[in-house]
């Protein structure tokens, strides 16, 4: 049997990217007005997420839609988005690949995103409800003999299930563990990963980002005081993997370097914690928090295909679209924060990226 990768084994700028923190974008999953699998957008997407300047690229994820399972995509989508990557830049990025499922399924996934040259592989458990607590442990063991780990804490509201501290902390004592993307929209939710990082005493290998779609700019220049087991740690997040960084992705990245600058010059300007509300707002429409989230993946869809990056905001199920007013809800974001899009951007390199 091949020997799994061990995080030891990356690259040591890939790891370095990772531990600095940088911001990847969940990719999302380009189909044509005829609900066809559309290859010409998804290098595009590829093109411009890099030439954006993100640091990685998610594949497989949420955000592409679980369904690409169903529908034989998730191969051919990991490999295509790794080729392209590697046609079109030689810096480092660091490529993750989603996996879900049940322990088989979950496990040959992570093969499979190996075999493509991947780096780490973000697990869902959503599969896993009503398991034991020891069960998702195994489970999480199983997948890091395989691949470096990122655990997904996915929110309830789409899938996810509820995860406890002692949970984080086993999960975090794993050696090949490597990061969290931490997304239960949830403070509680929040903590309780930050104290399993600093319970397991793995604050220097387990770096964390922000999954919170609603919270982006606060976890961002938090300091996170955690007491666990008689001592005291100071964790950050680093850097963000988000479904909403999939959308004007050269602002997101401006953002990003925006706060890790004022973070490191400290105190925090007022200006800088004001953003938080200004993200927040885009996201609400966006990720449809009106109708519970039912349009955050069309919400995204939606903006790309405007922006001409996609040729339709379908998604794999007919159902799944733009929920009533959130187009205007979107317009509302152009008119009202202006300086948050990078349709200037777009517009200028669509045809080398679509070529």
Known sequence: MTKGLHWSDLPADVLELLRR?????????????????DPVSQRALTRYYIDAGAGGLAVGVHATQFAIREVGLYEPLLRLAAETAAEW??????????????????????????????????????????ASEDDLIEHCRAVAAEMPLIG??????????????????GFCAIDNVVAIKVAPFNRYGTLDVAFGVVAAEAEERVTLYTGNDDHIVL???????????????????????LGHWSI????????????????????????????????TDCNSVVFDVANNFAGCIPGCHEI????????????????EVLSPGQSEGIDR???TYPEWHDDAFVAANLDRWRS
């Not at 923190?21 to 699998?37: E, V």
């Not at 780096?119 to 009503?130: E, M, T, Y």
């Open 89 to 130: 830049t030689d810096r480092p990025l660091v490529r993750i690949a989603g996996a879900i499922g049940r322990t088989d399924q979950a496990v040959s996934e992570a093969r499979i995103a190996r075999a493509l040259g991947y780096h780490a592989v973000l697990l869902s458990l959503a599969a896993l409800k009503g």
């Open 333 to 335: 974001l152009y008119a």
């Open 152 to 169: 997904f804490y996915l929110q309830p509201a789409v899938g996810g299930i509820a995860l406890s501290r002692s949970f984080w902390r």
């Open 219 to 241: 976890d961002l220049v938090t300091p996170f005081a955690i007491r666990a087991e008689g001592r005291e740690a100071i964790i950050r997040f680093k850097g963000g993997l």
């Open 21 to 37: 923190g940088t911001a990847i974008p969940a990719h999302p999953l380009a189909l044509d007005p005829n609900r066809d699998f």
């Open 248 to 279: 004007w992705t050269k602002s997101a990245v401006a953002l990003l370097e925006r706060l890790q600058a004022a973070v490191a010059a400290g105190p925090l300007p007022p200006e800088i914690l004001a953003l938080d509300a200004f993200v």
């Open 304 to 319: 790309l295909r405007r922006q001409g990056l996609m040729t339709s905001s379908h998604c794999l199920d007919p159902h």
